[in-house]
């Protein structure tokens, strides 16, 4: 069985020859034989690794292997406890790995829900319902309004159909399609003898060949495309697979330069190797692992608030350091509600507020407000548009909604504005015959009583209404539509289409009960021009400030959309997307440009208009070559491959599909594109926190290595047991990071440009901080586990009180400084004392934890510690105490000091970006 190529480009008995079908569909030995061919009428999922393989792979990482081997040497020499609490450690992080890479595990489920479960296809002569995984190459599918293709298929017989196509290609409106050849390289909007798997009916009937199934069909090309989709790492992973590296260099070191200053002190090799153990353990922040992941699982909570649902943790962050955000247009920048912005009537041109299918707003003429009430034309016009409709306007949960055409739905509500309810217009005004729209006619009219007298109301498009109009409406009665009316007609409809406003005239004229039934051919010289009435779906009222707030933060913002270049054009210049608008980069410009021409074209367009679902994926991939960070919205079926690929995907959680939502990193759950901007600065702030924690927990790792280092250089003894140091880095480090990376914000986020992406959680500023605070504790913590006065005990006594106190003094130097690492430039007071609350409560809970490891007997003997003295614990609070002095005189008198390379080099290249006048032609 062959593949058929291009079968929109032949005609409806070709495709008929070609798929071995017949105008009686398949028989039923035929399908059941193509079915074992062609395989199940089903998306198929990529391959994935076992469970076990990605548990197994948490395991895969340089510094883990360090501490097992640290567990290994430990369980030989000093029996499995120590051992047990370091694998107890490798396990819990593993199982956090692991719990996060599963719930990734989701990007094609909803693809897989995309085919119909069911279709009604002609078999044998007769019409049968059969799965949707049966439908097969030759099958003729059956389509009504309400239907949903079950594959792609050639039209072959058709009346009044219009499909729904908005998830799949972004048009607004729902296309009208035909049976006649299109060219072979027609565009997918351009092919409308096509239809597509996954799209609905949503007018009329037809009847389809089925040309592709499964895999084969274009939404089996968007699933391939997912599941081949570059996913790049994020930045924050990035930056933490480069903190791994370089810790692995530094804690190396460290052990080489411990060994060494050991057996120099004159230490035996047992001594020596159990201090490697000891400086590997406190240089690796086991803590940083699980503090990233619990503060990232709370902040999603808190983004949750403020309608931004996170789908995965990273995203959370890289959201933050967006330098341009891919927009769909259709739901996304606008309402998806086409709404009645203009009439013309009685020669005036009348503008129309409110948005959306909701029937409020009103009628002004230039600057007068216009009361439909007593303007009999306007009310008139108003009225033919809602009877000549099959649209119904409800309210439902509060919300006005449209079953039927947007387009007669945007006439309900304009007809709603003025008092006009369809109902109510029916009962006076019932309907008795109608013509339905069809592409051939280009119009639609319906046959009425009007006062006892039949009436035939018409709508469609200007040109074509005009050809049948013998006079005009005005204020002042009827008159001839001469050549001058028509001229007029014809600038007023101008006017309107130069608005990006989908224009209809509206028609009307007796029809006598001697032309009988209607019929299209009484209508000719017989039908009086009412007006007209431009109408557009228009842009969100909010998303114009979140647009601007995006410049501000020096994000760029591109509208990347299936509509017509004219109407992208226009609705870009009115949100402010570029400030001349004049043209929009075409999926027919982009499939003739190489990448690198796309990459050059990308780099002065804002406007893409009849973009198809693979253009989106290669503009994506123009920006990321382009070295930008590219967060997409999208709400499509078309959307899914380049939120897959992009930096960030950015999903529209009502008007959102399955597979847009499972393809993204996060879902606006209000499909209000201002959010976005409420993301941004969350995730702005959300890095600065992880950068406090960060360099809190690696100060603290810092600070145990020199300070084992001094102590073995001048003293030839550690004063620390490595349990000591895991209950350091894990419990008393957690417990002031977590405070830490809950912080809030300062308020000045979208007032800077995005960071660099190439300057991750460490700048040299920060290294260079690291060592001063670092210094600040170590010195002192030696000088007092060596020199302070201790009352008369035995030498093993004396070494482990000696031990507890340089032990604790660490423990309450993290508590201290803790409330410094809040902040690399503003004091404890400024920030506000009390203000993380949490970091308050945690302090007292680990110090009180604290006490019971030094003075509960067990502890004692499982943490090598023992009970302290009020002198001993006025000697613990002394480094504690100067390192938070000397941090809070330096914030005071220098607070840049520390601010080299904090935001890179580069990031006035995205200001520019997004400050500069983009234009959306060249």
Same mark, same amino acid.
């Given at each position: 069985?062959?593949?058929?190529?291009?079968?929109?480009?032949?005609?409806?008995?070709?495709?008929?020859?070609?798929?071995?079908?017949?105008?009686?569909?398949?028989?039923? &030995?035929?399908?059941?034989?193509?079915?074992?061919?062609?395989?199940?009428?089903?998306?198929?999922?990529?391959?994935?690794?076992?469970?076990?393989?990605?548990?197994?792979?948490?395991?895969?990482?340089?510094?883990?292997?360090?501490?097992?081997?640290?567990?290994?040497?430990?369980?030989?020499?000093?029996?499995?406890?120590?051992?047990?609490?370091?694998?107890?450690?490798?396990?819990?992080?593993?199982?956090?790995?692991?719990?996060?890479?599963?719930?990734? +595990?989701?990007?094609?489920?909803?693809?897989?829900?995309?085919?119909?479960?069911?279709?009604?296809?002609?078999?044998?002569?007769?019409?049968?319902?059969?799965?949707?995984?049966?439908?097969?190459?030759?099958?003729?599918?059956?389509?009504?309004? *309400?239907?949903?293709?079950?594959?792609?298929?050639?039209?072959?017989?058709?009346?009044?159909?219009?499909?729904?196509?908005?998830?799949?290609?972004?048009?607004?409106?729902?296309?009208?399609?035909?049976?006649?050849?299109?060219?072979?390289?027609?565009?997918?909007?351009? +092919?409308?003898?096509?239809?597509?798997?996954?799209?609905?009916?949503?007018? *009329?009937?037809?009847?389809?060949?089925?040309?592709?199934?499964?895999?084969?069909?274009?939404?089996?090309?968007?699933?391939?495309?997912?599941?081949?989709?570059?996913?790049?790492?994020?930045?924050?992973?990035?930056?933490?697979?480069?903190?791994?590296?370089?810790?692995?260099?530094?804690?190396? *070191?460290?052990?080489?330069?411990?060994?060494?200053?050991?057996?120099?002190?004159?230490?035996?090799?047992?001594?020596?190797?159990?201090?490697?153990?000891?400086?590997?353990?406190?240089?690796?922040?086991?803590?940083?692992?699980?503090?990233?992941?619990?503060?990232?699982?709370?902040?999603?909570?808190?983004?949750?608030?403020?309608?931004?649902?996170?789908?995965?943790?990273?995203?959370?962050?890289?959201?933050?350091?967006?330098?341009?955000?891919?927009?769909?247009?259709?739901?996304?920048?606008?309402?998806?509600?086409?709404?009645?912005?203009?009439?013309?009537?009685?020669?005036?041109?009348?503008?129309?507020?409110?948005?959306?299918?909701?029937?409020?707003?009103?009628?002004?003429?230039?600057?007068?407000?216009?009361?439909?009430?007593?303007?009999?034309?306007?009310?008139?016009?108003?009225?033919?548009?809602?009877?000549?409709?099959?649209?119904?306007?409800?309210?439902?949960?509060?919300?006005?909604?449209?079953?039927?055409?947007?387009?007669?739905?945007?006439?309900?509500?304009?007809?709603?504005?003025?008092?006009?309810?369809?109902?109510?217009?029916?009962?006076?005004?019932?309907?008795?015959?109608?013509?339905?729209? &069809?592409?051939?006619?280009?119009?639609?009219?319906?046959?009425?009583?009007? &006062?006892?007298?039949?009436?035939?109301?018409?709508?469609?498009?200007?040109?074509?209404?005009?050809?049948?109009?013998?006079?005009?409406?005005?204020?002042?009665?009827?008159?001839?539509?001469?050549?001058?009316?028509? +001229?007029?007609?014809?600038?007023?409809?101008?006017?309107?289409?130069?608005?990006?406003?989908?224009?209809?005239?509206?028609?009307?004229?007796?029809?006598?009960?001697?032309?009988?039934?209607?019929?299209?051919?009484?209508?000719?010289?017989?039908?009086?021009?009412?007006?007209?009435?431009?109408?557009?779906?228009?842009?969100?009222?909010?998303?114009?400030?979140?647009?601007?707030?995006?410049?501000?933060?020096?994000?760029?913002?591109?509208?990347?959309?299936?509509?017509?270049?004219?109407?992208?054009?226009?609705?870009?210049?009115?949100?402010?997307?570029?400030?001349?608008?004049?043209?929009?980069?075409?999926?027919?410009?982009?499939?003739?440009?190489?990448?690198?021409?796309?990459?050059?074209?990308?780099?002065?367009?804002?406007?893409?208009?009849?973009?198809?679902?693979?253009?989106?994926?290669?503009?994506?991939?123009?920006?990321?070559?382009?070295?930008?960070?590219?967060?997409?919205?999208?709400?499509?079926?078309?959307?899914?491959?380049?939120?897959? =690929?992009?930096?960030?995907?950015?999903?529209?959680?009502?008007?959102?599909?399955?597979?847009?939502?499972? =393809?993204?990193?996060?879902?606006?759950?209000?499909?209000?594109?201002?959010?976005?901007?409420?993301?941004?600065?969350?995730?702005?702030?959300?890095?600065?926190?992880?950068?406090?924690?960060?360099?809190?927990?690696?100060?603290?790792?810092?600070?145990?290595?020199?300070?084992?280092?001094?102590?073995? #250089?001048?003293?030839?003894?550690?004063?620390?047991?490595?349990?000591?140091?895991?209950?350091?880095?894990?419990?008393?480090?957690?417990?002031?990071?977590?405070?830490?990376?809950?912080?809030?914000?300062?308020?000045?986020?979208?007032?800077?440009?995005?960071?660099?992406?190439?300057?991750?959680?460490?700048?040299?500023?920060?290294?260079?901080?690291?060592?001063?605070?670092?210094?600040?504790?170590?010195?002192?913590?030696?000088?007092?586990?060596?020199?302070?006065?201790?009352?008369? #005990?035995?030498?093993?006594?004396?070494?482990?009180?000696?031990?507890?106190?340089?032990?604790?003094?660490?423990?309450?130097?993290?508590?201290?400084?803790?409330?410094?690492?809040?902040?690399?430039?503003?004091?404890?007071?400024?920030?506000?004392?009390?203000?993380?609350?949490?970091?308050?409560?945690?302090?007292?809970?680990?110090?009180?934890?604290?006490?019971?490891?030094?003075?509960?007997?067990?502890?004692?003997?499982?943490?090598?510690?023992?009970?302290?003295?009020?002198? &001993?614990?006025?000697?613990?609070?002394?480094?504690?105490?100067?390192?938070?002095?000397?941090?809070?005189?330096?914030?005071?008198?220098?607070?840049?000091?520390?601010?080299?390379?904090?935001?890179?080099?580069?990031?006035?290249?995205?200001?520019?970006?997004?400050?500069?006048?983009?234009?959306?032609?060249?």
């Amino acid at each position: 069985m062959k593949r058929v190529e291009h079968p929109w480009a032949l005609t409806p008995d070709q495709v008929i020859l070609e798929t071995g079908s017949s105008a009686n569909g398949l028989a039923a &030995e035929s399908a059941r034989q193509r079915l074992m061919e062609a395989g199940p009428n089903l998306l198929r999922d990529k391959a994935r690794d076992p469970w076990w393989v990605l548990f197994a792979r948490q395991f895969a990482n340089p510094l883990v292997y360090m501490l097992i081997g640290a567990a290994a040497v430990k369980a030989y020499f000093k029996g499995p406890v120590d051992a047990a609490v370091i694998g107890a450690v490798l396990l819990s992080m593993a199982v956090i790995g692991f719990a996060q890479e599963m719930k990734a +595990r989701r990007a094609m489920a909803a693809l897989l829900s995309l085919s119909a479960p069911k279709a009604k296809v002609r078999r044998d002569g007769a019409a049968l319902l059969v799965d949707a995984a049966a439908v097969v190459p030759g099958d003729l599918l059956v389509l009504e309004a *309400g239907d949903r293709v079950a594959a792609d298929a050639r039209l072959f017989d058709s009346a009044s159909l219009r499909i729904n196509e908005s998830t799949f290609t972004g048009e607004s409106m729902p296309v009208e399609k035909g049976i006649r050849a299109v060219s072979a390289d027609a565009a997918i909007h351009d +092919r409308t003898n096509m239809l597509f798997m996954g799209t609905t009916v949503s007018h *009329g009937r037809g009847v389809a060949v089925v040309t592709a199934t499964g895999m084969n069909t274009e939404i089996g090309r968007i699933a391939d495309a997912i599941s081949t989709a570059k996913k790049d790492k994020t930045p924050l992973q990035h930056s933490i697979e480069k903190l791994g590296h370089a810790l692995i260099w530094v804690v190396s *070191g460290a052990c080489l330069l411990l060994a060494a200053a050991g057996l120099l002190q004159g230490m035996g090799w047992v001594d020596v190797l159990l201090l490697a153990v000891a400086a590997a353990v406190s240089g690796i922040p086991e803590g940083l692992p699980a503090s990233v992941t619990v503060i990232l699982s709370i902040c999603v909570s808190r983004m949750a608030a403020r309608n931004v649902i996170i789908r995965k943790l990273t995203a959370v962050e890289t959201l933050g350091t967006a330098t341009i955000i891919c927009s769909d247009k259709t739901g996304t920048l606008t309402l998806n509600q086409m709404t009645v912005r203009g009439v013309w009537v009685d020669g005036r041109h009348l503008s129309v507020s409110g948005n959306g299918y909701e029937p409020e707003g009103e009628f002004r003429d230039d600057s007068a407000s216009i009361d439909p009430q007593s303007d009999g034309e306007l009310r008139r016009l108003l009225r033919v548009g809602a009877l000549c409709n099959d649209a119904l306007l409800n309210r439902t949960d509060g919300k006005w909604v449209v079953l039927g055409d947007p387009t007669e739905g945007a006439l309900l509500a304009a007809a709603g504005k003025a008092g006009m309810r369809k109902a109510d217009l029916e009962t006076s005004y019932p309907r008795l015959g109608e013509i339905p729209f &069809e592409s051939e006619n280009q119009f639609m009219a319906t046959l009425h009583a009007d &006062e006892g007298v039949r009436t035939v109301f018409v709508k469609g498009s200007v040109e074509r209404l005009l050809s049948l109009c013998a006079t005009v409406r005005t204020a002042g009665g009827e008159r001839p539509l001469n050549e001058e009316e028509r +001229r007029e007609v014809l600038r007023a409809n101008e006017r309107m289409a130069g608005q990006a406003w989908r224009v209809l005239a509206i028609a009307a004229a007796p029809y006598n009960l001697e032309l009988g039934r209607l019929d299209a051919a009484n209508l000719a010289g017989r039908l009086t021009l009412l007006g007209l009435v431009g109408m557009i779906d228009p842009p969100r009222d909010e998303a114009r400030a979140a647009i601007q707030a995006c410049r501000r933060a020096g994000i760029r913002v591109a509208m990347i959309t299936g509509d017509n270049p004219l109407t992208a054009a226009a609705i870009a210049a009115q949100l402010g997307i570029c400030d001349t608008c004049d043209t929009a980069l075409t999926g027919r410009d982009i499939e003739t440009m190489s990448d690198d021409d796309l990459l050059t074209a990308c780099r002065t367009h804002n406007v893409y208009a009849r973009i198809e679902p693979l253009h989106k994926l290669r503009i994506v991939e123009a920006f990321k070559r382009d070295g930008h960070i590219a967060a997409m919205t999208g709400d499509g079926v078309n959307d899914a491959p380049a939120l897959e =690929a992009a930096g960030i995907g950015v999903a529209m959680g009502i008007t959102g599909t399955d597979v847009a939502k499972e =393809a993204a990193d996060m879902v606006l759950a209000d499909d209000n594109f201002a959010s976005i901007v409420a993301a941004v600065e969350e995730g702005r702030i959300i890095f600065n926190r992880l950068r406090n924690v960060t360099f809190f927990l690696l100060m603290t790792c810092l600070s145990e290595l020199l300070t084992l280092f001094l102590s073995v #250089a001048f003293y030839g003894e550690s004063p620390l047991e490595p349990i000591q140091i895991l209950w350091i880095n894990l419990v008393t480090g957690s417990m002031a990071a977590i405070p830490l990376g809950l912080e809030p914000g300062v308020g000045d986020e979208l007032d800077k440009p995005p960071r660099d992406p190439s300057v991750g959680l460490l700048y040299p500023g920060l290294i260079l901080r690291l060592i001063a605070v670092g210094l600040c504790m170590s010195i002192p913590v030696t000088w007092i586990f060596h020199h302070a006065p201790l009352p008369e #005990a035995d030498p093993v006594t004396a070494h482990r009180i000696r031990q507890t106190i340089a032990f604790t003094s660490i423990v309450v130097f993290e508590w201290l400084f803790a409330f410094q690492s809040r902040s690399p430039d503003r004091g404890v007071f400024q920030l506000g004392l009390l203000r993380n609350r949490w970091l308050v409560r945690n302090m007292l809970l680990g110090l009180g934890m604290q006490m019971l490891v030094v003075y509960l007997p067990m502890a004692n003997r499982v943490f090598h510690t023992h009970p302290l003295t009020l002198v &001993e614990w006025m000697w613990c609070l002394i480094p504690g105490m100067v390192a938070f002095s000397l941090e809070a005189t330096r914030k005071q008198l220098a607070p840049n000091l520390f601010a080299r390379g904090q935001w890179g080099s580069s990031v006035a290249r995205y200001s520019l970006t997004a400050r500069v006048e983009v234009n959306s032609g060249p």
